[in-house]
């Protein structure tokens, strides 16, 4: 008999979040489980929908207020019923942040309940006073859970000092990256403003938040450019900060910064570039790295991201700078990522 999962997950907006849930419900094996997601807002940024064994509902979202209550409060104020759809054998709370999500993984029947985290969350509670607020209403949600997935070993023990739940189990679980759509996309022919081949192009692919690291990456990548004047970055993804760092990468290195807003083929970007360059804050387990490693480029990384990715070499910042007026063009090494998706579904169908 077929397994019944269902997943919870706010939106499906543009966001590594979404995405790596998108790739994940496009590579389950539906001889062996059925899938079931709700979601609390409609539009999905992504091409092509699911696959049609997965069954989607759409679900008004809950009043804003209720974020903003201890979630034992809140949690009687929003009445679904969810004795319709049944039971499931695994509910996964995908997104971890939401009311909405919390909700439906710990209110519908389930033999199972599982909350995916993300992020590491005591850096994100340092830096973000947002995160700070919801937390302090929602962390009374996270004792209702059977197990925890992290999507690398390097966030659990700051979600367990955050969290107070030293007993708590955990499975880390990495991000699917579906490496079938991005060999199908990414030589498809589309224009990058500014580009010119025979520079050295970098890129970068992520929202345009403070998490992210853009100032510094701009910094560091001007840094270089006052050494080598063929450097360029492209960067993917948009964001609160764009203006902010458009003034920044200006004032730095005029003419040699671009900002390509939210794309929905990144991959085809990616593969007209030389390397790849990411200097985040932090992180929960970084997919833009796994999908240029997919696209085969070469990764220039600061080196705190080594421990949220395996079989990273990272830079200090100023060894980063270094080895950005190095670089050289290079033929692709592409990596299909076999064993590493395929641990990914191993540890799932193991829930």
């Known amino acids: 008999m077929k397994k019944r999962i269902v997943f919870f997950q706010s939106s499906l907006g543009p966001g590594g979040i979404e995405k790596s849930l998108f790739n994940l419900l496009h590579n389950l094996d539906y001889d062996r489980v059925e899938a079931t997601l ?17 069954t989607v509902h759409l679900l008004k979202p809950p009043p804003r207020i209720c974020s903003f209550l201890p979630f034992e409060t809140a949690r009687p104020l929003w ?25 439906g993984a710990l209110g519908v029947r389930a033999k199972k309940r599982v909350m995916w985290l993300h992020n590491n969350v005591e850096i994100k509670l340092q830096n973000e006073w947002k995160y700070r607020v919801l937390w302090h209403f929602f962390q009374g949600k996270l004792k209702y859970y059977d197990r925890f997935i992290p999507c690398s070993e390097a966030i659990w023990e700051p979600f367990v000092r955050c969290s107070g739940l030293t007993d708590a189990e955990h499975t880390v679980i990495q991000n699917y990256i579906d490496v079938s759509e991005i060999r199908a996309k990414e030589k498809e022919d589309i224009a990058i403003p500014g ?39 492209y960067i993917i993804g948009g964001g609160f900060d764009r203006r902010e760092l458009g003034q920044q990468a200006e004032r730095q290195a005029p003419g040699k910064i671009f900002f390509l807003g939210e794309q929905v083929n990144p991959y085809a970007v990616l ?4 390397a790849f360059l990411s200097t985040s804050r932090y992180e929960g387990q970084p997919l833009n790295i796994e999908e240029a490693r997919a696209v085969g480029l070469p990764l220039y990384c600061t080196k705190n991201l080594e421990q949220y990715s395996d079989n990273l070499k990272g830079y ?30 191993r540890r799932i169908y193991e829930l």
Not at 38 to 53: A, N
Not at 209 to 219: F, R, S, T, V
Not at 322 to 333: D, F, M, R, T
Request: proline share 4%; glycine share 6%; hydrophobic share 35%.
């Open 38 to 54: 709700f979601v609390f807002e409609e539009g999905c940024f992504f091409s092509g929908g699911f696959p049609e064994p997965v």
């Open 79 to 103: 009445k679904i019923d969810w004795e319709q759809y049944g039971e499931f054998d695994l509910a996964a709370d995908f997104n971890s942040y939401q009311f909405s999500c919390a909700c």
């Open 195 to 233: 580009y010119e081949a025979d520079k050295m192009n970098f890129v970068a692919l992520g929202r345009l938040c403070h998490q992210k690291g853009y100032d510094i990456m701009i910094d560091l990548f001007a840094r270089a450019c006052r050494q080598r004047d063929d450097l360029r970055l």
């Open 271 to 274: 593969y007209q570039m030389d």
């Open 316 to 345: 200090e910042p100023e060894e980063l700078v270094q080895a950005i007026i190095g670089a050289k063009k290079q033929p692709k090494q592409p990596d299909d990522l076999t064993e590493y998706n395929g641990e990914i579904l």
